[in-house]
């Protein structure tokens, strides 16, 4: 399950989740308490409810690589270390993928991005290509992609 996070600010499960992550999953965040966050934050929700997780996505054009085909839905995203290997991932990738068609109307590409210092890159990548997203990368990362 995915739910907003309504004005995310630099507190809270938002700070908790992203000062707590590895090294490598997301670039590490310089913020004064209760800064806003700006973009999307969504929780990403275990079975029962609990905050396990974070997703952020960012929507743009990117007129080089992808001109005239629409938006890009970037999406990165953590889950908590006692909440991994429960099948989480898979389990939402469907839902992340409704949430851009029903949000970010003008998107046509999800992009997932799995940084290549994450000791879970792998995993991750495995996990996306099943679901039906291929894969590239680039010297620090790799690119998992869906038309929609």
């Known amino acids: 399950m995915i739910e907003k996070i309504e004005s995310p600010k630099w507190a809270g499960h938002l700070k ?3 000062s707590n992550v590895e090294s ?18 969504w929780y990403i929700k275990d079975p029962e409810g609990n905050i396990c997780g974070l997703l952020w996505i960012s929507s743009y054009t990117d007129d080089l690589f992808y001109r005239d085909r ?5 999406i990165s995203f953590c889950i ?4 991994r290997g429960k099948g989480i991932l898979s389990s939402i990738i469907g839902n992340i993928e409704d949430l851009v068609k029903s949000t970010y109307k ?15 890159c792998e995993l ?23 038309e929609i």
Do not use: C, P
Request: net charge negative; hydrophobic share 35%; no cysteine.
């Open 124 to 146: 991750v990548s495995k996990t996306f290509q099943k679901k039906g997203y291929h894969f590239s990368e680039n010297e620090s990362s790799v690119l998992l992609q869906k």
């Open 24 to 41: 490598g999953i997301f670039n590490e965040i310089d913020a004064e308490e209760n800064e806003d966050m700006g973009e999307d934050w």
């Open 106 to 120: 003008n998107a046509t590409l999800i992009l997932a991005v799995s940084r290549k210092t994450s000791a879970y």
């Open 80 to 83: 908590q270390e006692e909440s």
């Open 70 to 74: 629409g938006e890009i839905a970037e």
């Open 16 to 18: 908790r989740i992203l």
